[in-house]
Each structure stands twice: as structure tokens, then as C-alpha cells.
């Protein structure tokens, strides 16, 4: 997919991000301590997300990734596929999910239907965002960081055809 042409527009400042982040490790820290902890990322989006939430959870963890595709071109195909999944076992461990964006939840609830299969002792949500949609959706993510507008939105992370990911903030681009 070739690079879109437009401006960044920025939604979520990088500053923003951070101080978000250290009241959800306070939170995660409150509600998983005791039990062991994996903070289980879905690649790639979630790969920045994931490197500094779990550096404000000052538990110890064990870090592990899965990654799942439901997305082409921009456009949510519809089927959610797995790629690869976790390598170590997470049964009767606490399992903290980490994603970057919950849009449809249809990601989000193959994943956890899959987590849920390999029965660990806790399996909660962090997502980065949340795009306004429905309650049902909203309610299956423990520690959420912001609620956005239904739109497409790059950077901390999140891509369009595979760029933008490396932005320290959170933005959409403008036709
Ligand atoms: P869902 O299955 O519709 O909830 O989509 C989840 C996945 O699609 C996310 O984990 C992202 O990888 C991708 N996605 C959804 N919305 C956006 C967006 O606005 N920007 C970038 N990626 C997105
Ligand atoms: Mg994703």
C-alpha cells in the first residue's frame, strides 16, 4: 500500500499517552498482584503500547506476543485468522491482554475465546484505544486509555499499510 498522501492531524499527544499509561500500570499493578503475571501483546500494533505499560507495572511479569490478522488494506476482511500464538503456558497464570485499538471487537473476542481455551486464574483487557461503538465492545476491555471517534487513526504503534507506526503520538491523516 503506498504511502497516503495528507497531513497528520494529531488526536492524542505523546504526553498524554504517558500519563495515561502510568494510571493504568497503577491500576493493573492494584488488580493482578499476587499470582503470576504474563502481559500477553498483540503484534504489531500493540508493540509500542505493550513496551511502556509494562514498564509502569512495577510487578514482575513475563511478556509473551500473539498475532492475529482480520485486517487488509485498511478494511477489516471480516475473518479473524491466527499467525502465531503464545509460547509459553499461561494456564493458572494471570494473563493481562494488551491491544492497540478495539474497532468491531472481533479481534478481541476470537482472542479471548482462545486465551479463555487455555484456562488461565484472570484474563483482562488493556487496550490503548477504543473507537466509540457499541457498550458490548466497551465492556470487554478492563483498562482502557482513550475512547475515540469512529475513524482511522495512525501512529504509537498503529499503522496504515504498514508506516506511521513509529509516531510518538496518536493522529489521523487528512485527506
Ligand atoms: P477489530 O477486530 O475490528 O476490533 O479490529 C482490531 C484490529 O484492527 C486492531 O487491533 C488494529 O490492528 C486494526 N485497526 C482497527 N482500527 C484501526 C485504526 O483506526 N487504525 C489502525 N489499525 C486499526
Ligand atoms: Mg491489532
Known amino acids: 500500500m503506498p504511502h497516503r498522501k495528507g497531513k ?16 493504568l ?23 509500542i503500547f505493550m513496551a511502556d505499560l509494562v514498564r509502569s507495572i512495577k510487578s514482575p511479569l513475563r ?4 498475532r ?8 477489516s476482511t471480516g475473518v479473524v485468522r491466527m499467525e502465531f500464538d503464545l509460547t509459553q503456558s499461561i494456564t493458572d497464570k494471570n494473563v493481562l491482554l494488551i491491544e492497540d ?14 486465551l479463555q481455551s487455555k484456562r488461565p486464574a484472570k484474563l483482562r483487557v488493556a ?3 477504543y473507537k466509540e461503538l457499541n457498550p458490548e465492545v466497551r465492556g470487554m476491555i478492563d483498562y482502557c486509555g482513550f475512547t475515540i471517534p469512529n475513524e482511522f487513526v495512525i501512529g504509537y504503534g498503529l499503522d496504515s499499510g ?8 496518536v493522529g489521523r491523516v487528512t485527506e
Open 8 to 23: 497528520i492531524e494529531p488526536l492524542i499527544s505523546s504526553e498524554q499517552i504517558q500519563a495515561r499509561i502510568l494510571e
Open 127 to 129: 487496550s490503548l484505544l
Open 25 to 47: 500500570g497503577r491500576e493493573i499493578e492494584k488488580d493482578l498482584a499476587g499470582g503470576e503475571l504474563v502481559a500477553v501483546g498483540v503484534l504489531k500494533g500493540s508493540f
Open 68 to 75: 492475529v490478522s482480520s485486517y487488509e488494506n485498511d478494511r
Open 162 to 169: 504498514g508506516l506511521y507506526r513509529s509516531l510518538p503520538y
Open 101 to 114: 485499538i478495539v474497532d468491531s471487537g472481533r479481534s478481541l473476542r476470537y482472542l479471548l475465546k482462545h
Open 63 to 66: 511478556c509473551d506476543f500473539l
